[in-house]
């Protein structure tokens, strides 16, 4: 099965700075890779998804991703941070099983955003 | 569209109590999931069902039920609450391909004392 890791459990970046969070997957064949969002106390809303074709994809609220194969990285960047941006960001994979299809999460980044 | 709609929002057991999470869509969608989130963990898939009377385990199924009797409905069951089951409970669903993202609803926090 696909896994995802997370490097870094806690973030912090200024205001108006790059935001740059760190999400390797376990294989080099390009899976699907999603990026969520969980404001505080909400459930997930999703940020971004590769599927197929570009490797650069954007999503809403000015991010964006890049699925590196060489490296099997997706890493979630915005060039400059926002108080609105302080939340928690997990990367996912979606893996086809014998019995359908599953998600399989990262641990999960928090990323504080200083004033 | 409401999407993906749990209820309760928040609920406090006593352990060895039992009791049903509710999960609910509007979108026809296929496949329904219930994960539990915990600090430090992200989420964790309890059960999973592809359809109306398919149901299987996920990750973390130990001490918890479901069915799906309904495209919409995919209930989850504690059948004797523990105090290790205190988390905050997701229910997600989606078309079955795994091009598709998942649809989350907004959470249960439960705490069982």
């Known amino acids: 099965a696909q896994s995802v890791t997370q490097l870094g459990s806690h973030v912090s970046v200024s205001e108006g700075a790059l935001v740059l969070l760190r999400c390797n997957c376990s294989?080099?064949?390009?899976?699907?890779l999603f990026w969520y969002v969980q404001c505080p106390s909400q459930g997930l809303q999703l940020l971004l998804k590769?599927?197929?074709?570009?490797?650069l994809v954007k999503g809403i609220n000015g991010f964006e991703a890049e699925l590196k194969t060489s490296e099997t990285s997706f890493h979630l960047t915005k060039p400059s941070a926002h108080m609105s941006d302080a939340a928690e960001y997990f990367c996912?994979?979606?893996?086809?099983?014998?019995?359908?299809?599953?998600?399989?999460f990262g641990t999960g980044t928090s990323l504080t955003v200083i004033p | 569209n409401a999407g993906v709609t749990q209820t309760p929002k928040f609920q406090v057991l006593k352990t060895g109590q039992s009791m049903t999470l509710q999960c609910a869509q509007d979108?026809?969608?296929?496949?329904m999931s219930w994960y539990r989130q915990d600090p430090g963990m992200g989420l964790r898939l309890i059960h999973y069902?592809?359809?109306?009377?398919?149901?299987d385990q996920g990750e973390v199924p130990n001490g918890y039920n479901v069915s799906r009797s309904t495209t919409e409905d995919f209930p989850l069951r504690l059948l004797s609450a523990a105090p290790s089951q205190t988390s905050v409970y997701f229910c997600?669903?989606?078309?079955?391909?795994?091009?598709?993202?998942?649809?989350f609803g907004p959470g249960t926090r439960l705490t069982v004392l």
């Open positions: 997600a669903s989606s078309r079955l391909s795994e091009a598709d993202e998942q649809f």
């Open positions: 294989s080099s064949v390009p899976p699907y």
């Open positions: 590769y599927t197929t074709g570009a490797t």
């Open positions: 996912a994979v979606s893996d086809r099983e014998d019995t359908g299809n599953q998600f399989y």
């Open positions: 979108m026809n969608h296929e496949y």
């Open positions: 069902s592809v359809g109306a009377g398919i149901t």
